[in-house]
């Protein structure tokens, strides 16, 4: 039985992953789906992933607010490990994280069968190595609330930290800051700066650090969360 894994990058489920589901699974959410989500602008039964010859499908059950996939909106589209989807105000990430890094592998040796990739040892967790950008590759738009950085809205740290909490906390920034500084290295601008470019699996280690930051938001209400 084919089975197929979602992480909810963002919505009221962000942080939550759907590990191993069997196919066929409705998305929506009433009760009766496989994967229920908690909103509002997601139609009852909204979508519907299956598998037909070998590829997993997504098709939109005529859902009120539609479906997309990497910010294009799609009727029905062949999904693969890596693609984003967006139903309602909720952002999933297809495929697990190991599905990811088996499909960058698989792109980068058709890209450069020759070449032998120089390693990079981000964490174990977050994609690596470098890609080209795929030709069917759409940047994702899924219009996300405004955010622009400013020390008048930053959020104060937690105060009198013991010394092992300070300690904690630093290791996660720094491993969380690791992973956008080296999926950043390789972003190229357009000749006039006004765009960037940025490579399918350097893409994918940006979703990743999402996906870990959503999953430690969630585990400061539900602790039991962050073994998931």
Not at 19 to 40: A, K, M
Not at 59 to 73: A, F, H, I, Q
Not at 96 to 117: D, G, H, K, W, Y
Request: proline share 8%; hydrophobic share 40%.
């Amino acid at each position: 039985m084919k089975e197929v894994t979602f992480q909810i990058l963002d919505g009221v489920d962000k942080g939550r992953i759907f590990r191993n589901l069997p196919v066929p699974v409705t998305i929506g959410r009433e009760e009766g789906n496989v994967l229920r989500l908690n909103d509002e602008r997601v139609s009852r039964f909204h979508a519907k992933v299956q598998f037909d010859g070998g590829d997993i499908i997504i098709t939109d059950l005529d859902s009120t607010n539609g479906t997309r996939v990497n910010g294009m909106p799609v009727q029905i589209r062949r999904l693969r490990p890596g693609d984003q989807i967006m139903v309602g105000r909720s952002v999933l990430l297809f495929g697990s994280n190991s599905e990811i890094s088996a499909r960058c592998a698989e792109i980068r040796a058709a890209a450069q069968p020759t070449l032998v990739p120089v390693e990079k040892t981000v964490n174990a967790t977050l994609p690596s190595d470098l890609l080209p950008l795929p030709e069917d590759f759409v940047e994702p738009k899924h219009d996300p609330p405004e955010w622009r950085p400013d020390d008048r809205d930053l959020p104060p740290l937690p105060q009198r930290l013991t010394p092992a909490q300070s300690a904690r906390m630093a290791e996660i920034l720094d491993y969380l800051h690791r992973g956008l500084a080296s999926a950043c290295e390789t972003i190229t601008a357009d000749e006039n700066e006004l765009s960037v470019r940025i490579p399918f699996e350097e893409w994918q280690k940006i979703q990743a650090v999402e996906m870990l930051l959503a999953r430690y938001v969630r585990a400061i209400g539900e602790p039991e969360t962050l073994s998931d």
